[in-house]
């Protein structure tokens, strides 16, 4: 099999290591827009590089010929789901991602043509596969497995801020610009920027947190994923305070739009991003890591054995590998036909929580939990 990996940076790098250490890979291409950043992962890894523009369509074509499987690292993904998902259906090559912009969920979710597209095709497409989304939606799916009836699911996420990932960055202030849907009352709505602020009780070393709306898949394509449910919604934030306080001051300061400048040809968010990615931006944005992991937290209610119950799961990541690792191993199984659809899926539409958990938990740092009948937290057992 061929698997070519679109983007070479922090998690690309490390999804391209992963997936070229399998035994049955007969061949990894590491791409991204810069051949040396492509060529250095390549030498590390022991695989082949390319240099490609995601939007040079004719470039990307080529790159995807006779692949197996076409694995997209790059962002921020409500630019560049689209571009390379129709490279993978013009090829007949199957796609896996890890977007996490609400966007990219609410177009190929909520617009049946797809689908569509992607079982004319023959493919699989399969969407959101990091930690959040991803790892969120398939402990959702395992909640609701264990409840006779599922109602509401509740995910809710804290990480840290680093200058030192721009494109993480550029992720969360869109996410936070009040554009994104949560599922209430059997609907999507838009509560807007920084809305639903309520505390989240993790476990430590991370304890509680104020969080609020943003902008994941999981609002999106957990309900389409597992009918029925009445609410799914999304919160996080960022660990530092002050981080939440710039954000914050952007979104309502307008530097989260898009719509170009009169005169200057330049949006705000372009040239926020652009000074965030200069020396003198990464000097004054350069707000100090807490030492904890991100942590994820996921509670499904609704009822079994008649009475109402909620269960609770937990992840906690130090190592940045809660992304990497359930992406490769998805991408895996789909290059492997483990994953045997045609179509659109989300990791909770078609993974089974239980072997998929078990072997991440295996072969990853990710420390996962859920809680007994008295609220005390216990390492998962699938």
Not at 195 to 201: F, K, L, N, P, S
Request: proline share 6%; charged share 20%; with cysteine.
């Amino acid at each position: 099999m061929r698997i070519v990996v679109l983007g070479c940076g922090f998690h690309g790098r490390g999804i391209a290591y992963e997936i070229a250490a399998a035994a049955d890979v007969e061949t990894v291409v590491a791409a991204d827009i810069d051949g040396a950043r492509a060529a250095a992962v390549a030498a590390k890894a022991g695989c082949e590089a390319a240099a490609v523009d995601i939007f040079d369509a004719g470039a990307l074509a080529s790159l995807l010929e006779g692949a197996t499987v076409v694995f997209n690292a790059v962002g921020p993904y409500h630019r560049t789901a689209a571009p390379a998902i129709e490279a993978a259906l013009a090829a007949g090559v199957h796609y896996v991602d890890m977007a996490d912009d609400h966007e990219v969920a609410e177009m190929v979710f909520l617009d049946p043509a797809w689908d569509a597209r992607a079982r004319e095709a023959g493919i699989s497409v399969l969407v959101g596969c990091g930690i959040a989304p991803g790892l969120t939606g398939i402990l959702a799916r395992l909640g609701c497995e264990r409840l006779d009836v599922a109602e509401r699911v509740a995910v809710r996420f804290s990480w840290n801020y680093s200058i030192a990932y721009p494109a993480a960055i550029h992720h969360f202030l869109r996410i936070s610009s009040g554009m994104a849907p949560q599922f209430i009352d059997g609907a999507h709505q838009r509560p807007g920027a920084f809305t639903g602020r309520e505390v989240a009780a993790f476990l430590p070393p991370v304890g509680e947190r104020a969080v609020y709306c943003t902008g994941i898949n999981d609002p999106v394509s957990i309900p389409y994923s597992i009918p029925g449910l009445r609410e799914v919604t999304a919160k996080g934030t960022f660990h530092q305070p002050a981080a939440n306080a710039f954000l914050e001051a952007m979104v309502r300061w307008g530097m989260t739009s898009y719509e170009a400048v009169p005169g200057t040809g330049l949006s705000p968010f372009d040239f926020l991003i652009a000074y965030l990615n200069s020396e003198e931006g990464r000097r004054r944005f350069d707000i100090p890591q807490e030492p904890i992991p991100m942590a994820i937290r996921v509670e499904v209610s609704g009822h079994r054995g008649g009475r109402a119950e909620t269960l609770a799961f937990e992840g906690q990541d130090s190592s940045r590998r809660g992304t990497t690792a359930p992406s490769a191993l998805a991408t895996l199984m789909v290059a492997r036909r483990k994953l045997d659809f045609t179509g659109v899926r989300a990791p909770e539409g078609c993974i089974d929580p239980g072997p998929f958990l078990r072997q991440l938990l295996a072969t990853s740092d990710l420390s996962l939990f859920d809680f007994d009948a008295g609220g005390s937290p216990r390492p998962l057992a699938v």
